[in-house]
């Protein structure tokens, strides 16, 4: 009976709600039957397109402009156009990923339930967008063909109204009565692959879905219903909003993202019947408003989206208070709760600084576990794609340095060297002795449940190239290094093209080649990067003072024609870093570091038997590195002198007594190759012996 009343009352309510939207259609019919050809489409290309966004400084490249041709890069896409992104389409259109499969039974074309997370249409759209990049450069036909099945599948599983969410659809869930559905996170992903499908192809078939399904979310949340007032929930949708706005000059998309910026920290936090009672509070960056905030809370996945999409939003706008507020959080993330790898998200539950619960998240100032950190392989990544929309807004090379350090390290950490397996948490060590966490994996594996990360980490290294450069107000930025060649537009229109040759990051020359530009001067910006301590600029062979230190953009102002040659030497110097002191986990430890690659120590290259925590390392250590090219694909490693503790450790506290020591001649590696050798212990930061 209660059962039968409950349900009663669910269908009054649904209804209800089923009344109201049909009210609001009524008045928005034409809106949401809207097309492409209702609108006035911007034909620029870029991964984001910051062509005519007012506040912008450096503007963003045109997808496929730039090419990574050889060298570290140029293997990383190759493996992932013949590997990571066949592959893990097969994974997502199969049985086991079933990501497809949702869309087809959506569409009345396949039998069956839906699989997988809620979140996992938006995996989809992520693998879509990745093959697209790959399509961009080279160019295969048959990608575009097998996309263009798919988007008519997903077209044919959009209700009328412009809604599209499989997991709800499938499960008979309404729209918008709980946000741990992930609308939001899917509506975004579907806006972006959309966007760049366009952008690369000039095919408006994807676009158009996006733009009727946005519509549907503007009629839902404008005027914000009362009830839906905390609804923003992984909000990728900010970041889709902004670039369908930009696609399509409508400003109702820009309109809609500032809303749901506007919707944060204005409500009472509470557990609430959209809201699932753990997910509240700083846990979703709802404590606070974003312009009073000052630090990063909560999820940490969910916090570098909104953070990105209030920096694309600002791109727009120019609002002070949201760039002063974006400032302060991504100094608190750099200077108190980043990994020296670039990750975030330091533990797997925890508490905030206003004392809410937090779960996969950012915490307190300095609290950096190793073995128990968290580390998203996604909120890694979205670190770099937060930090590549500020370099867009303030034009400061800070934020290329930490794209870098993400690349490198805490990003392509989260897959295999061959490009079949993945990380999803990202620890700065792993022992036999530590209890791993959910999610933790003691091996890359080659389906994670939850498979956000693999998608979003494939199309950022397919779009890494596109990320290489910026464009400046009368010149070219080179944010990031290796062997590339570009052929595009400056600002004004003027024809650059040029090539980039380097063996980086083992090696720290660049030579940058002009094959083609205008007459008049214009600059040429290179990014010095933090980690030199010094560098040496050439043009043609003269030496060139710019005056920028380490850590900035240096300019070269000049008349430039074809033939000349840019030589910059960064100095790859083995370092070992120390933490602030503050951070407790680190105190007395060191980590390596060569250019912007960190290292670790890994099992495999300790003696048989003995434990990562048995290594101790010399402050005196002479530490040499050598490129292997038969080592992990090819990289340069390092060899020092450690030593290795003899005792047993049983128990949780013992005597210090006289201890026995073993010199062994390790070898690190670079940490994003970790594990591609078997299962291993793993630690980045090494207990220091000072003499
Ligand atoms: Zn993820």
Redesign the pocket.
């Known amino acids: 009976m209660k059962n039968l009343l409950i349900g009663l009352f669910s269908l009054t309510l649904m209804v209800s709600c089923k009344q109201n939207q049909e009210n609001v259609t009524d008045t928005n019919i034409a809106l949401n039957t809207r097309t492409s050809k209702d609108l006035h489409l911007d034909a620029s290309k870029g991964a984001i397109n910051t062509a005519h966004s007012p506040h912008v400084k450096l503007k963003s490249l045109n997808i496929g402009d730039c090419q990574w041709t050889d060298g570290f890069w140029a293997d990383k896409f190759k493996v992932a156009e013949e590997v990571m992104v066949p592959y893990m389409g097969k994974v997502l259109k199969g049985d086991t990923g079933h990501a497809l499969n949702n869309f087809k039974i959506a569409a009345g074309l396949k039998e069956g339930k839906h699989q997988g997370m809620n979140w996992h249409d938006g995996d989809f759209y992520k693998w879509m967008e990745a093959a697209t990049y790959v399509y961009a450069i080279n160019k295969d036909e048959k990608i575009l063909e097998e996309l263009d099945r798919h988007i008519e599948t997903i077209g044919k599983s959009q209700q009328k109204n412009g809604y599209l969410q499989t997991q709800t659809q499938l499960k008979n869930i309404e729209p918008f009565s709980e946000r741990k559905y992930h609308e939001m996170y899917n509506s975004g992903h579907l806006y972006i692959a959309a966007c760049i499908y366009y952008r690369v192809t000039g095919k408006t078939n994807f676009l158009d879905i996006a733009i009727k399904h946005a519509d549907n979310l503007y009629s839902i949340f404008q005027p914000q219903p009362k009830e839906l007032s905390r609804f923003g929930f992984n909000q990728v949708q900010i970041m889709g909003l902004v670039e369908l706005y930009r696609t399509t000059k409508d400003k109702k998309y820009l309109e809609l993202a500032e809303i749901f910026i506007n919707m944060r920290g204005k409500s009472k936090v509470e557990p609430h019947s959209t809201v699932r009672y753990q997910h509240v509070g700083d846990m979703t960056q709802e404590r606070t408003p974003l312009r009073e905030s000052d630090e990063a809370v909560g999820h940490a996945?969910l916090a570098l989206y909104y953070y990105a999409g209030a920096a694309d939003v600002y791109a727009e706008t120019g609002e002070k208070a949201l760039i002063d507020a974006l400032d302060k959080i991504w100094g608190n993330i750099v200077d108190k709760k980043m990994f020296v790898t670039g990750a975030c998200g330091q533990k797997h539950d925890g508490g905030s600084s206003n004392r809410d619960f937090v779960h996969e998240a950012f915490t307190i100032d300095y609290e950096m576990h190793n073995a128990h950190a968290y580390n998203?392989?996604?909120?890694n990544?979205c670190n770099a794609m937060f930090n590549y929309r500020m370099l867009g807004v303030k034009g400061e090379s800070k934020h290329a340095d930490i794209m870098e350090l993400v690349l490198y390290n805490s990003a392509l950490s989260g897959i295999s060297l061959k490009g079949d397996t993945y990380f999803?948490t990202n620890p700065l060590r792993r022992t036999a002795g530590h209890k791993m966490g959910i999610t933790d994996y003691p091996d890359r594996t080659p389906y994670i449940p939850?498979?956000?990360?693999?998608p979003?980490l494939v199309r950022t290294i397919v779009k890494s190239s596109a990320w290489a450069y910026s464009l400046a107000e009368n010149g070219l930025a080179v944010n990031l290094y290796g062997g590339n060649k570009l052929d595009t537009k400056l600002v004004d229109g003027s024809n650059i093209k040029l090539r980039q040759e380097t063996n980086y990051p083992w090696e720290g020359d660049i030579k940058i080649t002009i094959d083609e530009c205008k007459a008049e001067a214009f600059d040429m910006i290179l990014r010095i990067p933090d980690w030199a301590a010094s560098y040496k600029l050439k043009v043609n062979g003269n030496p060139v003072n710019t005056n920028s230190k380490p850590g900035t953009f240096a300019v070269i102002n000049r008349a430039w024609k074809k033939g000349d040659v840019i030589s910059l030497n960064l100095p790859m110097d083995v370092k070992l870093l120390e933490g602030n002191p503050l951070i407790e986990e680190v105190r007395n430890q060191a980590a390596i570091k060569r250019g912007p690659v960190v290292y670790c120590l890994e099992s495999p290259d300790l003696p048989i038997g003995a434990s990562i925590l048995d290594a101790y390392l010399p402050v005196d250590s002479k530490l040499t590195p050598t490129y292997k090219s038969d080592i992990l694909g090819g990289v340069t490693t390092i060899s020092g002198n450690v030593k290795l503790r003899k005792q047993s450790k049983e128990g949780m506290y013992r005597e210090l007594k006289s201890l026995k020591w073993e010199n062994y001649n390790a070898q690190f590696v670079p940490y994003f190759a970790w594990s591609n050798r078997g299962e291993a212990e793993m630690s980045v930061w090494l207990p220091l012996i000072l003499n």
Do not use: M, Q
């Open positions: 996945v998203e392989t996604c909120a990544l999803y939850c498979f956000c990360c693999p979003n």
